[in-house]
């Protein structure tokens, strides 16, 4: 795309490396049973999932479930003047992938050693009085179009590390739409319809990371756990009861 080194220095570097995550999308699998072909979903680690947006910013704040579908990390610093905030990362459960990229979603995970690296940031915003990529050459004497080399109100920035973030065959995930609008609410100063439309749009976790087995202990502990010390009290009061009818004496 070209615009590496421009976005560089405004604090956003775009990596080279795809993004992998534990936390995904599916894909559709044709397997062949019989004389019958079944469609069975397969995770496909190159479609990211978010279980939370972050930031303090009103284009994530309740958002969740967002796909970034073949991303690549970002790298994110603060340059004189702006503001960047990282928006989105993935999942403790990620990995980086060099080129050339295997994105075969028939690829055997099983037997390949993957030693989770994460999390990468995914998406970020930068705001404040950016410096222009091309401020050296505002300085040229002579020149016929004068270039600014300043922003000289506030401007905003959104830098992903996909370009399929919008695509049709994404956009059908609900959060993926809404994120889409928040962005260009942001971009039209108009952060009143954000705060409107976020609401209700997802219920994320109160701990985005746990593990399967910590997750099937709460589960089953407030499904089991509490007519099991119900049960346990009635126990309790009957053999009570017994021991307190034995003591009388006629």
Known sequence: HG?????SSYGVTVGEKLVADAKSGNVNMSERRGFMVVNQPVPFPFLPIVPRMEGDSVISSGLADVMFPFATALEVKQ????TATVLARSTQKSWLENKPFNI??????????????????LMAQVS????????????QSGSATPIVAQSKSEARVIVVGTSALFQDDFM???SNQVLAMNIADWMLLDPALLAMRNRGIALPTLQAELSDSTRNLVKFGNALGLPLLLALFGVVRWRMRESSRSSVTV
């Open 3 to 7: 615009l590496t080194a421009m976005l």
């Open 79 to 82: 340059v004189d003047g702006t």
């Open 104 to 121: 075969s979603p028939q690829r055997d995970w099983r037997s390949e050693t993957i030693t989770p690296t994460g999390p990468y940031p």
């Open 128 to 139: 404040g009085t950016l410096k222009s990529h091309f401020a050296a050459e505002a300085t």
């Open 172 to 174: 059908q995930n609900r």
